[in-house]
C-alpha cells in the first residue's frame, strides 16, 4: 500500500483508479460531529466489509516526524480502554472475521472482513478504540522495532523500492509525495510515544471519518448503528490539511542510484494533474487514457515500441492515479538486461512519447482503451474490499463518492486530439526527473 | 418493510447455516470435467482450464519449459499472429491469462458477458491453435531470462531456488515453475511442442467456471468451441512417484542485506492426505493464522523481531513444501531462529490448548465464506477440487471436517510434523567476514 511500492502494481493500479458501483446505489448520512457513512448493499454471500477511513495519512506529518501516520496505524492494534494489546485482532478472528490496515499519503483506513450478522459488533469495537486508545509507552517500544524491519523488508533491502523512493524525493520540492509513507530510517529511530499521543490528539477526530461498509447489510440498520457508536463521540475541529502547491520543474533532473542488484533500472517520473470533478474532467480522463493506451491491455504501446520492436527493456510499464490530492507523480519505468542500456530506452522512451504527441491515434486503440477502463470498473464489483476501498479513497481526497459516473462520462468522451494533447502538454523530458539503478556488484555468491 | 425483514434473518440464521451455493458439473464426451457456480450479480464470468501441464513436465535441466509454454499460447496463435491477437483481446476487453504450477497448467479467462463469445472462441484458439513462431519465442524466453535473474534480487526467490534443490533434488518438483537463468537457455521450441502434444489433453483436463451464465448456456459454448479437441495425457496426474524425504541441512547463502531471511523447510502432506485437515488446522494456530498464530505472536508481538512470520504447505499430488519463513535484521537472526525452535518443540511436546484449538476453527469457520466471495476465488476453489478429484460437496462439507478436528489429533500431528530435526534450514543475509 506504500507509494514506494506503486510500481509493482501497475496495471493492478490502473484497473483500480476506478471501480464500479452505479453512484445511484450507494446510500450516505451525515452525523452532526461530522462523521460520514456511505454504504453499499451488496447480498450475494452473508459477509460484509467495514472499513473506517481517516482524513490523515503521511501528508500530515512534520518534518523530522515522517512515518508517524504509518506508526500510528500500528499502534491502533496496540490496546484501548477496554482491549488489551492485540485483542481487537483477536475478537475479530473469533468471529470469523479478518483485519488489517493500510496507510497512504493521503488516508489511513482500517478495515474488517466479517460475518454480515457481527456488524454493530465490529462498529462498537471501531469507536471504542478510536475514542480511548491506550498508547502504552512499552507497546510502541516494541512496535517501532517491527515497523523498521517493515522498512528494512519493504524498501532498504530492495533496490527497486529505494530507486522510486530518491526518485520522488528528488522529484519534487513542497509536495509531501516526496517522503515515504513508511518513514525515512532516521526518523523513525527517533519517533517517541509523544509524537504519537501529539497525532492522535490533533488528527483522530470526528470530522475526519468516514465510515464504509459494503455487503449484506441493511442502510437503515447501520445508519442506527453507527448513530450511537461513531456518531456520538465529542466533536473537535481537524487541523487543516497540509496541501502545498508544488512549483513547476524549471528543466529536467537526473540521479543515480548505486546498490547491490541483478540488473539495472530507469525509472522516469513528472507531477501531472489530478481530478477536480467540473473543472478539469476532459484534461484528466484523457491522462489516464493516454496511460491505458501506454501501459494497459495486451497491445500497450511501451511493451509493443520497446521491448518487443527495439528491445530496448525486457520489461516496462507506467502509471498514473487520477485520484491524488493535489497532484499525482505520473511514471513510467524499465527492466533492463545487462546489454540493454539506459540511454536507449530514455532515448527510445521519448521517441514515442513524441510520437504520440504529434499523431493521433487510431479510433481502433482509443475506443479499446476505453472499453478496458470501463470493464475493469465491472471486474472490480467482483471484490467486497476493491468497492470499498473505491468508496473511502473518493470520499477521503474530496472528490465524493458520487461522482463516480461523471467519471465513467468523462473517460467515454476522450477523443483522439485530448490524449494528443494532454501527452504534449505533460508528458514531458523538460518536466521530468529520470533515475537510473546502476548494479553494483556484490563479492558474495548469495545471488 | 422487505429491508427489515431481510435484515431480521440475517440475524437469526446462524452464520454457518448459510447454503453455499452447489457445484454443478458436467464430463463432455471428450472427457473434459465442467464445473459450474452460477452468481448473477454482476455482468461478468470467470473461468480457469486446468491441465496436467505443471512445471513437473519439464525435461531435465530444462525448468521453466512449461511456463514458458504457457506464456506462447496466449501470446499469439496459428490465425492471429501476436499484434492482431493483442488488438483483437483489447477490443473486447478479454482478459485472458495463462500460468503454471508445480502440477498444473491454468488457462483462465475473466470476461464481460456481452463478449462470452468472443471470449471463449479465444480461450480456445489459444488452446487448440498454438503459433509456435520462432521470433515471439525467441523474444519471450530472452525476457524471461532477465527477468529470472531479476527476481534474484529478491532474498525470498534465493531461499526458494535452494529449497527446492535441498528437499526435491532432482525428483521433478525440484525447480521453480518459473524456472533460472541457465535452465531457461537451453530450451528450444521443441521441448515446449513436446509438453503440448503430450499434455495438453481434454482427459482429465478441467474447465471451472463462475458468474452470470447457466449450465445449458455454457455447455452450449463449450461444444462450439471446444468440442472437436480430442485425446488423454500421456502421464497422468498421479503418475509421480513420492520425493525422499531430507532432513537436518543447512544452507547459508550471502547477500548484501541489512536483514537475514531464514526459511524452515520440510517435505508437507499432500492433497489427498487422509490427515489433511488436522493438519491445516494446526499449522493455522503455528503460523498460518497471520496475527492469531502462535509464531505472529511470540516473534512478532512479544519481541518486535519481525514484520511477518509464516507457515504454509502447498498441498500438491505428492508431498510438496511445508515452509516457515521469517526476515529480521541480521545480528538479530539467532535470537529469532532460536524463538521459532522454541515454539516448534512446545507444539511438537503437544503442549496446546483446546482453546486454542477452538479459537483457530472458530476463525476458519467463520471465515470460510470469505474464501469464495468473489468469481475468481470461486474458480480457483473449484479448480482445485477437480483438478485433484476431491467430492463435488467439498465446500459443504468443509466446515464440519474443520469442527471434527480434535485436540488429540492436533498433538498427534504435530508431534509427526514439527519435530524440528526434521526440518531442514536455509538462511540468506549478509555473512560477517
Same mark, same amino acid.
Given at each position: ?39 453499499? *448493499? ?27 501516520? /504509518? ?12 482491549? +488489551? ?11 470469523? +472475521? ?50 523498521? *524491519? ?30 515515504? %509513507? ?27 471519518? !468516514?465510515?464504509?461498509? %459494503? ?5 437503515? /440498520? ?6 450511537? @457508536? ?28 548505486? =546498490?547491490?542488484?541483478? =540488473? ?9 494533474? %489530478? ?15 493516454? @496511460?491505458? !493506451?501506454?501501459?494497459?491491455?495486451? +497491445? ?15 520489461? @516496462? ?9 493535489? !497532484?499525482? =507523480? ?59 476501498? *473505491? ?30 494533447? %494532454? ?18 556488484? /556484490? ?5 | ?12 440464521? #446462524? ?5 453455499? #451455493? ?37 525435461? #531435465? ?212 492426505? #487422509? ?159
Amino acid at each position: 500500500m506504500h507509494r514506494t511500492l506503486l510500481f509493482l502494481a501497475l496495471v493492478c493500479s490502473l484497473m483500480t483508479s476506478s471501480a464500479a458501483w452505479a453512484a445511484s446505489h450507494l446510500k450516505s448520512a451525515h452525523f452532526p460531529n461530522g462523521v460520514k457513512l456511505v454504504v453499499d *448493499e451488496s447480498h450475494e454471500a452473508p459477509v460484509a466489509m467495514v472499513q473506517v477511513w481517516l482524513k490523515v495519512g503521511g501528508r500530515d506529518e512534520q518534518p523530522g516526524k515522517t512515518g508517524l501516520a /504509518h506508526v500510528f496505524e500500528h499502534m491502533m492494534f496496540k490496546g484501548s480502554r477496554k482491549l +488489551g494489546p492485540g485483542e481487537f485482532s483477536k475478537r475479530i478472528a473469533a468471529i470469523g +472475521g479478518n483485519d488489517n490496515a493500510f496507510t497512504t499519503h493521503d488516508y489511513t483506513a482500517y478495515f474488517e472482513t466479517i460475518p454480515a450478522s457481527r456488524v454493530d459488533e465490529v462498529l462498537s469495537m471501531e469507536a471504542e478504540r478510536f475514542a480511548h486508545l491506550r498508547l502504552d509507552a512499552q507497546e510502541f517500544a516494541k512496535e517501532i522495532r517491527v515497523i523498521q *524491519e517493515e522498512r528494512r523488508m519493504r524498501t532498504e533491502d530492495d533496490p527497486n523500492s529505494r530507486l522510486f523512493e530518491e526518485l520522488s524525493a528528488t522529484a519534487l520540492r513542497l509536495h509531501p509525495y516526496r517522503n515515504p %509513507v513508511i518513514g525515512w530510517m532516521q526518523d523513525l529511530k527517533h519517533l517517541t510515544i509523544e509524537d504519537v499521543r501529539a497525532f492522535y490528539k490533533a488528527h483522530y477526530v470526528p470530522e475526519n471519518v !468516514i465510515v464504509v461498509i %459494503v455487503g449484506d447489510v441493511d442502510f437503515e /440498520h447501520v445508519r442506527a448503528v453507527v448513530g450511537r @457508536t461513531f456518531g456520538r463521540l465529542k466533536p473537535r475541529q481537524a487541523p487543516p490539511r497540509f496541501t502545498p502547491v508544488e512549483p513547476e520543474p524549471l528543466g529536467p533532473k537526473r540521479l543515480l542510484v548505486r =546498490l547491490p542488484a541483478q =540488473l539495472p533500472m530507469v525509472a522516469i517520473t513528472m507531477p501531472v494533474p %489530478v481530478w477536480q470533478p467540473g473543472k478539469n474532467d476532459r484534461e484528466v480522463a484523457a491522462l489516464a487514457v493516454a @496511460t491505458q !493506451i501506454l501501459a494497459g491491455g495486451y +497491445g500497450a504501446r511501451l511493451q509493443r515500441e520497446l521491448v518487443d520492436r527495439e528491445r530496448l527493456a525486457f520489461q @516496462t510499464s507506467a502509471g498514473y492515479d487520477p485520484f491524488g490530492m493535489g !497532484i499525482d =507523480l505520473w511514471f513510467a519505468y524499465g527492466m533492463l538486461g545487462p546489454k540493454q542500456s539506459a540511454e536507449h530506452f530514455e532515448a527510445g522512451f521519448w521517441r514515442l512519447i513524441g510520437q504520440l504527441a504529434s499523431h493521433d491515434i487510431g479510433p481502433a486503440v482509443l475506443e479499446a482503451a476505453k472499453r478496458s477502463i470501463i470493464a475493469d470498473e465491472v471486474f472490480a464489483q467482483d471484490s467486497l474490499y476493491l468497492r470499498a476501498k *473505491e468508496i473511502g479513497r473518493m470520499e477521503v481526497v474530496g472528490i465524493g463518492a458520487e461522482h463516480r459516473d461523471a467519471w465513467l462520462d468523462a473517460v467515454r468522451k476522450v477523443t483522439s486530439s485530448d490524449v494528443r494533447e %494532454v501527452i504534449h502538454q505533460w508528458i514531458r523530458a523538460d518536466r521530468a526527473t529520470t533515475g537510473v539503478l546502476q548494479p553494483k556488484t /556484490h563479492r558474495g555468491g548469495g545471488a | 418493510m422487505r429491508l427489515v425483514l431481510a435484515c431480521l434473518a440475517v440475524v437469526l440464521v #446462524p452464520f454457518s447455516a448459510w447454503a453455499i #451455493p452447489p457445484i454443478q458439473q458436467a464430463t463432455l464426451a471428450n472427457g473434459m470435467n465442467v464445473l459450474l457456480m452460477e452468481a448473477h450479480d454482476v455482468p461478468m464470468v470467470a473461468m480457469q482450464l486446468t491441465l496436467p501441464a505443471g512445471s513437473r513436465f519439464d525435461p #531435465p535441466l530444462k525448468g521453466g519449459a512449461a511456463a514458458l509454454l504457457a506464456a506462447m499460447l496466449t501470446d499469439h496463435t496459428a490465425r492471429h499472429e501476436h499484434d492482431a491477437w493483442a488488438g483483437f483481446l483489447d477490443q473486447h476487453a478479454l482478459r485472458l491469462g495463462s500460468d503454471v504450477d508445480k502440477d498444473a497448467m491454468h488457462i483462465s479467462l475473466t470476461v464481460l458477458r456481452e463478449s462470452l463469445n468472443e471470449g471463449m472462441g479465444a480461450l480456445s484458439e489459444a488452446l487448440l491453435h498454438p503459433g509456435w513462431n520462432e521470433k515471439r519465442f525467441s523474444i519471450l524466453r530472452q525476457d524471461a531470462i532477465f527477468a529470472a535473474r531479476k527476481a534474484l534480487e529478491e532474498p525470498g526467490v534465493v531461499a526458494s531456488v535452494a529449497a527446492h534443490g535441498m528437499l526435491y533434488g532432482d525428483h521433478p518438483y525440484g525447480h521453480r515453475s518459473e524456472g533460472s537463468p541457465d535452465s531457461l537457455q537451453r530450451i528450444n521450441m521443441a521441448d515446449l511442442q513436446s509438453i503440448y502434444r503430450r499434455q495438453a489433453k481434454p482427459e482429465g483436463a478441467v474447465l471451472a467456471v463462475s458468474g452470470d451464465i447457466t449450465m445449458p448456456e455454457l455447455l452450449r459454448l463449450v461444444r462450439q468451441h471446444l468440442g472437436s479437441w480430442a485425446g488423454r495425457p500421456s502421464i497422468g496426474r498421479q503418475d509421480i512417484a513420492n520425493p525422499r524425504p531430507v532432513r537436518g541441512q543447512q544452507s547459508i547463502l550471502d547477500m548484501p542485506t541489512t536483514q537475514t531471511l531464514i526459511q524452515f523447510v520440510r517435505l508437507g502432506p499432500a492433497r489427498n492426505a #487422509p490427515d489433511f485437515f488436522p493438519v491445516f488446522v494446526l499449522n493455522h494456530m503455528l503460523g498460518g493464522g497471520g496475527f492469531g498464530s502462535r509464531l505472529m505472536e511470540e516473534v512478532r508481538e512479544k519481541r518486535g523481531l519481525v514484520y511477518g512470520i509464516y507457515s504454509y504447505f502447498v498441498p500438491l499430488t505428492v508431498s510438496g513444501p511445508f515452509t516457515i519463513m521469517l526476515q529480521t535484521r541480521a545480528d538479530q537472526a539467532d535470537e529469532a531462529e532460536h524463538i521459532v525452535r522454541q515454539v516448534m518443540q512446545t507444539f511438537a511436546s503437544g503442549r496446546i490448548s483446546q482453546r486454542m484449538l477452538d479459537a483457530a476453527k472458530m476463525h476458519l469457520v467463520g471465515s470460510f465464506a470469505q474464501r469464495m466471495d468473489s468469481n475468481r476465488e470461486r474458480v480457483a476453489l473449484m479448480s482445485m477440487i477437480g483438478f485433484y478429484g476431491l467430492p463435488l460437496d467439498y465446500l459443504q462439507t468443509w466446515s464440519e471436517h474443520v469442527r471434527a478436528v480434535t485436540l488429540q489429533q492436533v498433538r498427534q500431528e504435530a508431534m509427526r510434523w514439527l519435530k524440528f530435526d526434521d526440518w531442514n534450514v536455509i538462511r540468506v543475509g549478509p555473512i560477517k567476514r
